[in-house]
């Protein structure tokens, strides 16, 4: 057996090392990150720790437009083979959107850009530093260096993207950030191809604060497989057009419609992609969000689905547009580098505002239901105008500003809005997705214990099964326990109760940091229920486990390591841990968790189920417990830090113990 | 006997998943590279549209006609092939394919083109992987 690590299948081989400040480039080698991290999420844990400093100020945190917080755009083994979805990118730094403090975070995008990384030699760029004046790094075959991009500076991202294509090669694949990153928006996007994002975490202010516009790279080598004829017959068994399992999959027609994909080597019909094609003969693809806000059917107003109405908060719906117009709002969205996701929030909270009878936000007129007006509202988040200026710090922050100049239940609505540190709601059972008891307390663990919107990494892992339940309650409680039983050991896993679910909520989020270190998406893998014909096919059967062993199987075929399912999970929790230990570094700690229990305080949107804040501080108390961190702080034990490998954390975890207590 | 002769090209329906190149390298080569595939898959981001270079199979081929040393020749399946051990590296069949559908790569110093997965029990790679059908294997008597 090869030794993990040192297998010279499926790993580049080289991480590039760019430091903005000095102008400097240098290299380094994979295997000792591979080794106890596989890559992409993971990995850029690892060097986030060992490299972003904490800040020597006590108690303070370190800014993200700080030039020494640190972007780290890392790829898996798995990226640039055939292993489906594989063609993932991740990149984390300190973000600038989390609320109330900065810490350290992650997004992952799909594309092209991380294989071509990848046939270039690199399997990761660390960027570090800032630029005196605005600057790309370009990537070809082994080489890098930095060039001017005072021409790029304030164009769109698509503009920047085939200029560096003519300018390079048109095959290259371009990493670019647009006005809003520029001008240091908090929900700025990293951009590529037409529609992929590292969206939600706001790092396209970080690289604007870096004067960093744009990373282009063009490789023609290749990654190295150790079993093709393994790898060949493994995607040609699980790989090809089969309907993702869940998340509308039970709906027979429009499953096997034209669909765009996300990631390179992508052969699923995931059924969160759309095309749409505009009045004049344009194709338009759409993925989740994107996909999401286009998805109009003659009068249907998609944005009414943002309605609420529980527990004294009401949100109202939102208002879509024409196709047409949703299209142009969308690939302004793009274009401007904005998270997309700023739609579903702030356009609710601007109608509530409406419906209040304010009409004018300091000054500034307020029509978020005229299309005119939106398009000129997102131009003006881009570039820090007007009303944009406010709303550019995120809903979340904006409220703190406004807090005294609006009606409270106005401020508290915009602040339930983003009410996981920052992020708007998702998959949370109130605001956006119908998630039934136990999906959303599955959904709460993770929420209090990450660093963002933790769903949406694990909608296969267990969200998505939500979508059962609300097709047929007593069927999907049967088959869930025979699920629950294979996957997670104990058949009451997915009861609708709030006992028991930490163990859930771990296994969804070990996968999800192990999908984003091969990388995987998630809305493919892990398969925790098996693909469904139709409608038919799902009801008669009672048995609907699905293969679990995929991604391990894939992974043995291009590195030629036979990893077992433990070495893997124990990979997952050590990085886990060590994101964790970051976010304790930033001084993430119980008390701010604490403060999610309101929003769970609301009723469920599907069931009317909830949560007190006694009951709240249970699942606090179940999972942190299970996690084996302790349960004044939420940070992991020495003895756990220990098993996974990880002493030298657990030496300074003890540190800021002691410092956290002296204050 | 059935026999596969030419590989139709729907590039309307391709999403540029790229399986297919992935694919091609993967059976020929043992690696994963858009490169060292047989075919190639072209997006154009501005206009959002597809273009897929290969092997049509022609019936009157002008890269057999162009090649000087009689390296592409039909095989005793009837499918049109290039021996790359008799190739001369001279380009006029690449030069002569009206459907660029030959590519050098010069990593490896040769010339590639699409010999329908010869050899492989499933036939070709790519018309087993593409799931749009942009690729379709149509088979012929032989």
Redo the contacts between chains.
Sequence with gaps: MTLIGTSQHGWAGKILLVDLTAGEINQRQTAPYAKDYLGGRGLAARIAWDEIPASADRGKTRDAFDPENRITIATGPLT???S?TG?RTIMTALSPRTYPLTWYTHSTLGG?FG?ELK?AGFDAVVISGKADAPVYLEIMDGEARLKDASDLWGLDT?RT??RL?ERLD??AQVLAIGPAGENLVRFATVQH??ENAAGHSGFGAVWGSKRLKAIAVRG??????AY?VD??SE??RY???KTVPVGGALEGSGAHQ????CS??????CLVSSYEETADG????GQCVGSYLMAIRGNQNQMRATYYKGGGVEVPAGRSFGLCEEITLKEGCNQLGLDLWHRLVMQPWLVACQQRGIHKIRGFPIAPTDVFWYEAFQRQLAYRQGLGDLLAEGLRRAMDTLEGELPADLIDLGRQLEFGFGFPAHREGRFWDEEPLPFWVISAMMYASESRDPTIGTHQSSLLLADLVLEDRELARRQFRIVSRKTWGYEEALEPTFENKAPVAIWSQNMHMLIDSLPLCDFAFPQVVRPFKNRTDWQASEDISGDLEIDRRMLRAVTGIDYSREELTRIAERSFTLERALLARAGRSRKLEETLAPHFQLPCRVDGTLIDARGFSGLLDEYYTARGWDLELGWPKDEVLKVLGLPEVATELRQRRAEWKSF | MLDARHILIEAD?C?????CT??C???H????????ARLRV?KD????KVEINLCRQCDYPDCIAACPNAALRYDEHGRVRLFEEECLQCGACAGACRFHAIFYN??LGMYLKCDLCAGRP?GP?CT??C??GALTLIMEEG
């Design positions: 640039g083979t055939l489906p063609g092209w294989p046939y698509n993207q085939l294509k048109p095959k191809a037409e023609t080598g290749s990654v190295s497989v093709p790898l060949l995607v040609t790989g090809v057009f034209r669909r765009p994909v390179q080597a992508c052969t699923f019909n344009r194709l338009v693809p | 329906l999403r540029d998943c790229q399986a992935l694919a390298s993967l059976f080569h043992g690696e994963c590279s858009l490169e060292l072209n981001l501005a206009q959002h010069a990593n499933g790679a087993e992987l799931p749009v």
